[in-house]
C-alpha cells in the first residue's frame, strides 16, 4: 500500500495562495490601467469634436448673422418693390431662414455625435453589461459615428424591443 503524497508545509501553500493573488491583482491592475487609458483617449477626442463644433458654431453665427440680416433686408426690399405684399416679401425670407437654420443645426448635431464617448460605454458594457447588452455591444460598429446609438426602430432603452 502507498502512502498519499504529504500535504505540502503551510509556508508553501500560504506562498502559493499569496502568489495568485498577486497575479490576480496584477490582471486586475492591467485591465484598470487599459481602461484608464481607454477613457483618456476617449475624453480627448469628446473634447475635439466639442471644440470643433462649437468653433464652427460661434464663426457661422458671426459670420452668416450678420450678412444674412442685411441679405434679408434687401430681399424684403426687392421682392416688395417687385410687386409682392408685405406678408409674402416678409414670409419668403423667413422659409429659407427657417430651412438653411435647420440644414445648420443638423450639421452642428452630426458635428457633436462624436463626443459621446462610444468606446467607453461599449466597453463598460462588455464588463458590466447584462447578457443581451453584452451580445448588442459585440455587433455594434466600432469606428462609425453612429457606433453608440441604438439600432434603428428601437427605444434606446436596454432591453427595447423594435418598434412595429
Known amino acids: 500500500m502507498t502512502e498519499p503524497d504529504p500535504t505540502p508545509p503551510l509556508t508553501e501553500s500560504a506562498r502559493s495562495v499569496y502568489e495568485a493573488a498577486r ?38 453665427a458671426i459670420m452668416l448673422g ?33 430651412t438653411l437654420g435647420f440644414i445648420a443645426f443638423r450639421e452642428a448635431a452630426r458635428a457633436l455625435r462624436l463626443a459621446d464617448m462610444d468606446a467607453s460605454r461599449r466597453q463598460l458594457t462588455l464588463w458590466f453589461g447584462t447578457a443581451d447588452e453584452v451580445d448588442e455591444a459585440k455587433q455594434a460598429p466600432s469606428g462609425s459615428l453612429d457606433a453608440g446609438a441604438p439600432p434603428a426602430g428601437t427605444t434606446g432603452a436596454p432591453g427595447a424591443t423594435p418598434k412595429p
Do not use: C, H, K
Not at 39 to 54: F, N, W
Not at 81 to 87: D, F, I, T
Open 23 to 60: 497575479n490576480l491583482a496584477g490582471a486586475w491592475g492591467g485591465t484598470f490601467a487599459a481602461l484608464r487609458r481607454l477613457l483618456v483617449a476617449d475624453l480627448a477626442l469628446a473634447r475635439e469634436a466639442l471644440i470643433r463644433g462649437l468653433v464652427l458654431l460661434f464663426v457661422a
Open 66 to 98: 450678420t450678412t444674412w440680416a442685411l441679405l434679408t433686408a434687401f430681399g424684403v426690399w426687392a421682392l416688395y418693390r417687385a410687386g409682392l405684399g408685405w406678408g409674402v416679401a416678409l414670409g419668403l425670407p423667413l422659409l429659407v431662414s427657417a
